[in-house]
């Protein structure tokens, strides 16, 4: 790819909820890869044409900005209704103060975000005091813990598609960072949003079966069934079963001119794309790359397959092993992988 945003276009959603992952996964399809960081900021903090935001299955994705409405319609309401919900209620019962004063401090919050830009939770509670009063959240949960108002105030104005993530504090590696006001969206159907979302995914990364939209979106199958028949997918014959794609994309898709292997980093789209992975991951190799919580670490693959995985040291080196036998010449492939992976690590 020749920028971020062709990356971004071609996956429709980056994983964005560790800072890294969106960068290495730019990096590992980016023709220069050396310019990463540099395009790659230039893409979301500059011209913001890519946008870090809560999206499917409440996780943070980094998406084309072009898609900031349909994103929000499709999969962010319902969650953003709840969470307001859950919010005013866990406030009532620690005794803090009701809904009334919550739409006040909010009100002023966004305020002094668009007055400022872009801000950290700390910069914005010196404009608006009322951000760092505390609260016993979840009490007598396995959750409980003593939150400030900013903490959950500014993830409920997240899922509201009210505000986004912003440029880090420090290096493109940290978890910290800055809010910013959400690029201006009109309010979508969400029967409509939904339909494009799939839209957009399949017409890139399908096919993709029923079981696969579901678990990728997050909504009820009734949902999927609703969506797809609104964009007038297409059903084709998979080993896995009845699988969709777009209309007119039924042809078979050509083979690589070359094999080729690759570094892909933890939570890659492509490795977390489908439920459904048998047809690029052995299932023996399910336990020594995927946590208890299904979330997939940095793989190997060889060409459109996971062969292994790898890892950073802190030192910088890169280590990897194969979890399936490899012949010399593939062997060499991937070793060659690793060393561009190196190189762009360093970069």
Same mark, same amino acid.
């Given at each position: 790819a020749g920028s971020p945003e062709e990356v971004a276009d071609s996956l429709v959603a980056l994983h964005g909820t560790d800072p890294a992952?969106?960068?290495l996964a730019v990096g590992a399809r980016l023709a220069e890869p050396a310019k990463t960081v540099a +395009?790659?900021? /230039? %893409?979301?903090?500059e011209e913001r044409a890519l946008v /870090?935001?809560?999206?499917?299955r409440h996780t943070v994705f980094v998406f084309p900005t072009r898609l900031t409405a349909v994103v929000h319609a499709s999969t962010g309401l319902a969650? #953003? %209704?709840r969470e307001r919900a859950s919010l005013v209620k866990h406030m009532a019962a620690a005794g803090a103060p009701d809904a009334a004063w919550l739409a006040e &401090? +909010?009100? $002023?919050?966004? #305020?002094a975000l668009a007055r400022r830009g872009q801000a950290t939770a700390a910069e914005l509670a010196v404009d608006e005091p009322r951000l760092r009063e505390r609260f016993v959240y979840g009490a007598g949960k396995s959750y409980e813990g003593e939150h400030t108002v900013s903490t959950r105030l500014l993830r409920v104005l997240g899922v509201e598609g009210k505000v986004v993530r912003g440029r880090p504090l420090g290096s493109w590696t940290s978890s910290q960072f800055r809010w910013a006001p959400a690029p201006e969206h009109p309010e979508l159907d969400v029967a409509g949003a939904q339909a494009e979302l799939l839209r957009n995914w399949l017409a &890139?990364?399908?096919?993709a079966t029923e079981a696969d939209l579901k678990w990728w979106t997050g909504w009820r199958v009734t949902e999927v069934r609703r969506a797809l028949a609104a964009m007038g997918a297409r059903a084709v014959s998979l080993d896995e079963g009845t699988g969709y794609v777009v209309d007119g994309d039924v042809d078979p898709v050509a083979e690589p001119a070359e094999p080729w292997a690759a570094l892909l980093p933890a939570l890659d789209p492509t490795a977390v794309g489908w439920q459904r992975r048998e047809w690029y991951l052995a299932p023996e190799l399910w336990p020594p790359?995927?946590? /208890? $919580? !299904?979330?997939v670490g940095p793989t190997v693959w060889w060409n459109g397959r996971v062969v292994g995985g790898w890892a950073q040291r802190k030192d910088g080196e890169i280590v990897w092993r194969l979890l399936e036998k490899l012949g010399s010449v593939e062997r060499r492939a991937v070793e060659a %992988? *690793? !060393? *561009? =992976? =190196?190189? /762009?690590?360093r970069g």
């Open positions: 992952t969106v960068y +395009e790659t900021e /230039r %893409a979301l903090y /870090r935001m809560h999206g499917m969650v #953003a %209704a &401090v +909010e009100e $002023s919050t966004l #305020a &890139v990364c399908g096919p790359l995927f946590d /208890r $919580s !299904g979330n %992988a *690793v !060393g *561009v =992976a =190196a190189e /762009r690590l």
